[in-house]
């Protein structure tokens, strides 16, 4: 028996039986990549540990490096770090084979995939081309999913000689159940003339906004349920925000006397109570329940009144800052203002809906507004913020002159599923991340000013345990 040593690594070695002299067998390498139709329509999802995102890490590299495999693989002298990819049961994707040292393939009995029971291959049995005398490999694969499988799986590719084999390529595999979240869109209407829809539309084209959707949360195996019509988005009309003041001051004048009255029957009654607790002999249950039953009453319009006083101090914040109906129609500086809008706007749509926002629905108000802020480099251009996100509810500033609204409106509504910036911010905000990337380095969904195109498999975990994904 021949042991034979390639690099001169020990974990690089074939076991050659019945051998009398070693036989030198070169190794070679296999790499993944998508087609790039696939990858950038998201037909599924691919993460790589690329130079380029290992130069732009600013966290811990090697935990980075973990993310693909535990313990460092060592393929053809070289470590190796297999992609990621997602699949769905019964979807068949194809990836491109990158060869090295394709030149020594020849030397192979046999390249090709282990047997896995929940995918099968294009081409189980030989990864070579046989037309080409199997000195060439071939240039793409097709893998099918069979199951699902809430652990990953990591598919083996081994180069056999002579009754042995060595690992020459691996692909990691996510392939969970699918899981889903609901969205629902809604046209903000702040002008009177009702121009805003027509504006809006022209923008944010709910067609390619859904879209949209599927190319950056399919990658992820989520499925987006959307409440709206397929044609339409639901309108949320504030444009007489005055007559909504109006109504909501008198709302609160109208439930304060309320209140006051009927803390002054019980009052009155308690008195009764009192009064008549000094006869030994009287029957006092039915006013002991007339008080319980105005006790109740009390925290009730107490409860009602402490959050119509709450919403109108939200709908009622008077801020230069915000321009709600009327010109400019802009929001500026202040976090708080654009806060106070996001709230404002949750308030308003309730009021509209006669009932509680669904917690379990991510509510996405398309406004025609702008939003922006001073730069402090250069006082002749400002700072646009297209959107902001808080809980399940997201709002984006389509009036701004920089806008897009199909890279913009999903990275909210990821925000609002749990996925924060990838890159750092300086606030506590960084200790929950997984990893931290430079700003605009990365082509990820949750990076600014870039081509947003993709996200990462921790991202993918990190969004199916989501309190919002079902």
């Avoid at 690329?50 to 393929?75: G, H, M, Y």
């Avoid at 702040?190 to 906004?209: F, M, N």
């Avoid at 329940?289 to 409860?303: G, M, P």
Wanted: aromatic residues 8%; hydrophobic residues 30%.
């Amino acid at each position: 028996m021949a042991i034979i040593y390639e690099s001169g690594n020990p974990d690089n070695c074939l076991v050659i039986p019945d051998l009398e002299l070693p036989i030198r067998v070169r190794q070679c390498r296999i790499e993944f990549t998508p087609q790039s139709s696939d990858y950038k329509d998201g037909v599924f999802g691919f993460t790589e540990l690329s130079n380029s995102l290992i130069q732009n890490c600013e966290s811990d590299v090697e935990a980075l490096k973990r993310e693909f495999t535990p313990v460092p693989l060592e393929i053809e002298g070289d470590e190796y770090y297999p992609s990621w990819i997602s699949i769905r049961q019964g979807q068949t994707i194809t990836l491109k084979l990158k060869w090295k040292k394709e030149s020594v393939l020849e030397e192979y009995d046999r390249i090709a995939f282990d047997p896995h029971d929940d995918f099968t291959f294009s081409e189980p049995d030989e990864l070579r081309d046989a037309t080409k005398d199997f000195k060439k490999g071939l240039k793409e694969i097709r893998i099918t999913c069979n199951a699902t499988n809430t652990a990953p799986a990591r598919l083996k590719i081994k180069a056999h000689v002579r009754g042995s084999s060595q690992v020459v390529g691996v692909l990691n595999v996510f392939y969970p159940d699918p899981k889903s979240f609901n969205v629902q869109f809604v046209a903000v209407e702040t002008k009177t003339d009702g121009s805003d829809r027509d504006e809006i539309d022209d923008v944010a084209d709910i067609q390619q906004l859904r879209a949209s959707f599927q190319a950056a949360f399919n990658p992820m195996l989520l499925d987006v349920n959307f409440h709206n019509n397929a044609q339409d988005l639901e309108g949320l009309d504030i444009s007489n925000l005055a007559t909504i003041r109006q109504q909501m001051a008198q709302e609160k004048t109208t439930r304060t006397q309320e209140l006051s009255e009927v803390e002054t029957t019980l009052a009155e009654k308690q008195e009764e109570l009192r009064v008549a607790k000094e006869n030994p002999e009287a029957d006092v249950s039915e006013l002991t329940q007339t008080i319980s039953q105005l006790e109740s009453q009390v925290s009730e319009l107490n409860v009602t009144k402490l959050k119509l006083d709450s919403d109108f101090g939200v709908v009622n914040y008077n801020d230069d800052r915000i321009y709600v109906g009327g010109q400019p129609n802009k929001i500026q500086t202040s976090f708080v203002g654009r806060e106070i809008l996001l709230e404002r706007l949750k308030i308003l749509h309730q009021r509209e809906n006669g009932q509680q926002i669904n917690d379990n629905v991510i509510y996405v108000y398309l406004t025609n507004l702008e939003c922006n802020e001073p730069n402090t480099t250069n006082q002749e251009k400002v700072n646009y913020k297209n959107g902001i996100s808080k809980g399940n509810v997201c709002v984006l500033f389509l009036g701004n002159n920089e806008n897009k609204p199909y890279k913009e409106v999903p990275h909210e509504v990821m925000h609002s599923l749990g996925l924060p910036h990838t890159f750092p911010e300086n606030t506590e905000k960084d200790v929950s991340k997984d990893h931290i990337f430079k700003q605009t380095k990365t082509d990820n969904y949750m990076d600014y000013n870039n081509t947003a195109k993709h996200t990462y498999k921790w991202q993918w975990q990190r969004l199916h345990n989501s309190n919002l994904t079902q």
